[in-house]
Nanobody, 122 residues
Framework: QVQLVESGGGLVQAGGSLRLSCAAS?????IGWFRQAPGKEREFVSA????????DYADSVKGRFTISRDNAKNTVYLQMNSLKREDTAVYYC??????????????????WGQGTQVTVSS
């Protein structure tokens, strides 16, 4: 059983930054970030292996977002810079024991947090 809690969302202007946190009940899982805007499919944002040795990013956020983790605190972070209005969504973190090409697929994950709202104005 894995419990995940997201925090750090809020309202920012375009070009600004936010750091999201995902607090987990255990550390030995790969963690992904996904986002979902109203009326749209949930989409992959980023993922990190449980050791932190491997990361992956959606093309839309490469160069702007950075994923990291602090296993001593059982926490994964998503640093979001140069935010655009297109980044507005509810952001979710999720956990899986697996790592591979399907790390970007929603169904690959077994556990999900409740989400945190990110709104970017322009």
């Amino acid at each position: 059983q894995v419990q995940l809690v997201e925090s750090g969302g809020g309202l920012v202007q375009a070009g600004g930054s936010l750091r999201l946190s995902c607090a987990a009940s255990v550390s030995a899982y790969n963690i992904g970030w996904f986002r979902q805007a109203p009326g749209k499919e949930r989409e992959f944002v980023s993922a990190i292996s449980w050791t932190g040795g491997s990361t992956d990013y959606a093309d839309s956020v490469k160069g702007r977002f950075t994923i990291s983790r602090d296993n001593a605190k059982n926490t994964v972070y998503l640093q979001m810079n140069s935010l655009k209005r297109e980044d507005t969504a509810v952001y979710y973190c999720a956990a899986t024991r697996l790592w591979g090409q399907r790390i970007t697929v929603v169904s690959y994950y077994n556990y999900w947090g409740q989400g945190t709202q990110v709104t970017v104005s322009s």
